[in-house]
């Protein structure tokens, strides 16, 4: 027998062997065995939370979540926004008068960003919402 098919032969042997019954695994192998235990599943990070009621400049906003959705209600107008992490970029609208936002939520629990007309995000000036 050459060596490529001797090769071929004993691995196909082991093969056979690993699914018998009985065999003897090899040494360092088998339960316990850090080459052999499949690696942790790294945990995703905590989604941000945008729940409950703050103070702004406009009055009390009610921010509610559902995934990644977030609507904010507060006298006049509203917020419909999409959290990635963090932040929120939301659509505003206040009466006949809409825009865009884009917010982030701080270490301290305020919601700070900054709002704009129509498609601009930025035009009006800051927007900030401090936890009630």
């Not at 945990?43 to 977030?70: C, H, I, L």
């Not at 035009?123 to 900030?128: F, T």
Request: charged content about 15%.
């Amino acid at each position: 027998m050459t060596r490529p098919l001797l090769a071929t032969g004993l691995l196909s042997l082991f093969s056979l062997c690993s699914l018998a019954i009985g065999c003897k695994e090899p040494a360092g192998a088998g339960p316990g065995v850090a080459a052999s235990t499949p690696a942790p599943i790294a945990s995703a990070p905590a989604e941000t939370v945008f729940r409950g009621t703050y103070r702004a400049p406009w009055g009390d906003t009610v921010f509610t979540q559902a995934g990644k959705v977030v609507v904010a209600r507060y006298p006049d107008g509203s917020l419909d926004c999409m959290a990635t992490n963090a932040t929120l970029d939301c659509s505003w609208k206040e009466g006949s008068g809409y825009g865009k936002a884009r917010l982030t939520k701080q270490a301290s629990g305020s919601i700070e960003g900054t709002w704009g007309n129509a498609a601009d995000d930025h035009d009006g000036g800051k927007w900030i919402f401090v936890p009630k």
